[in-house]
């Protein structure tokens, strides 16, 4: 099969040819880098959100300390951290639930991808404390 590919200059292009199994192998790359992407995406949006909860947490102390007007307030910063707490613990949840799936996506010929993710993630569970609460 001949391609062809732009030179970056207006107009120019080069042309190339690869056989049938380069376009093959190149076509199901594709579907890989996606689901690589994937996996980036949702990690950061765990990061996205701790970020939030934690800028959320700095504005909630430097508003406390400099205009705390009682009840109201109170309650509302109660639901503002409860729910950028609810949008990581949503997005730690997904990430975990689809990690091992996509990295199988990622490597379609490997044995055992889903396994050894899982493990992976049980060992980190055991060993953090922390990891454990906010499992539970």
Do not use: W
Not at 89 to 100: E, H, M, R
């Amino acid at each position: 099969m001949e391609y062809f590919l732009s030179s970056g200059v207006p107009g120019k292009y080069q042309s190339f040819t690869i056989d049938s199994d380069r376009f093959l192998l190149l076509k199901s790359s594709s579907h890989i880098l996606s689901e690589a992407l994937t996996i980036e995406e949702e990690y950061e949006m765990v990061i996205s959100n701790y970020i939030d909860l934690e800028k959320e947490a700095i504005n909630v102390s430097i508003s406390h300390m400099t205009r705390y007007r009682g009840y109201v307030d109170s309650f509302n910063v109660r639901r503002v951290l409860n729910k950028r707490f609810m949008n990581l613990l949503t997005s730690i949840k997904l990430y975990q639930d689809k990690l091992a799936s996509r990295c199988v996506a990622c490597l379609p010929k490997e044995e055992g991808v889903r396994d050894r993710v899982k493990c992976l993630m049980k060992t980190e569970h055991n060993k953090s404390f922390d990891y454990r609460f906010m499992d539970a």
